[in-house]
């Protein structure tokens, strides 16, 4: 049931989430956003924040920040995370991947990290990047995809426990599969491996793509 406090799926995931990718960001993986963010700038729309792991690493290009969350949870640690780091414009809105509020092209830069692993619709999600990306402009990506061999028979095992305590994380996505019928090009990708993720979650995509 969703409250304004959010579905009991969403209050669990904001109660896990931040410690065990906690583990992750300091084995490397933040390292792993500053790199790959470092690439951004202008308007940017930061989707899916979750408690925010992505914010410190947008460079000071960026000259505007949107974060869209609908965990209000998730939200509320965003707002506490980001109080003393507010150097640039930004702000922090509720909204949804399939219906973002925002002008077409409106944004330079439009980025997502493990977001589209928990959308029941991810090829709508990626229409609605492009509709408000301008020509040009990049999206960035950070997902963990489906593997292959054995890792990708225990994704396949897992997904549906997964689902249900990771507030609809499916672990055996094609992520990159999607883009094939989509408006973007994918320009470059890396193959990485989450550095101290759980087993399901281990193979990673880091890349951009244009439109
Ligand atoms: C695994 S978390 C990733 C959080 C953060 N981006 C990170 O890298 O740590 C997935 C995020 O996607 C968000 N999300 C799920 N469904 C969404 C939707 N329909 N629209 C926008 N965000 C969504 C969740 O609330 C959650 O914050």
Redesign the pocket.
């Known amino acids: 049931m969703s409250t304004g406090r959010g579905t009991r799926g969403?209050r669990f995931?904001a109660r896990w989430?931040p410690s065990v990718?906690g583990r992750a960001e300091e084995a490397g993986q933040a390292a792993i956003?500053a790199r790959h963010l470092a690439h951004a700038s202008g308007r940017t729309l930061?989707?899916?924040?979750?408690?925010?792991?992505?914010v410190p690493h947008y460079p000071p290009a960026v000259t505007e920040l949107v974060m869209?969350?609908?965990?209000p949870a998730?939200r509320e640690q965003l707002q506490r995370r980001t109080q003393d780091i507010r150097a640039r414009a930004w702000q922090i809105l509720d909204?949804?991947?399939?219906d973002l509020p925002f002008a077409d092209a409106s944004f330079d830069t439009v980025s997502?990290?493990?977001?589209f692993?928990?959308?029941?619709r991810p090829e709508a999600?990626l229409a609605e990047l492009a509709r408000v990306l301008r020509p040009g402009g990049s999206f960035l990506f950070?997902e963990h995809v489906r593997g292959t061999g054995l890792r990708r028979v225990l994704q396949e095992v897992a997904t549906p426990l997964q689902v249900r305590v990771?507030?609809?994380?499916h672990p055996n996505r094609d992520f990159l599969g999607m883009f094939r019928d989509s408006p973007f090009r994918v320009a470059e990708v890396e193959h990485l491996r989450m550095p101290g993720g759980a087993a399901t979650v281990v193979p990673m995509v880091v890349g951009t793509a244009v439109r």
Do not use: I, K
Not at 68 to 71: G, L, Q
Not at 95 to 98: F, M
Not at 112 to 115: C, F, M, R
């Open positions: 969403q995931f989430y990718m956003r930061d989707l899916g924040t979750g408690n925010g792991y992505s869209v969350e609908p965990n998730l909204g949804d991947a399939y997502a990290s493990l977001v692993c928990s959308l029941e999600a950070h990771a507030d609809g994380c």
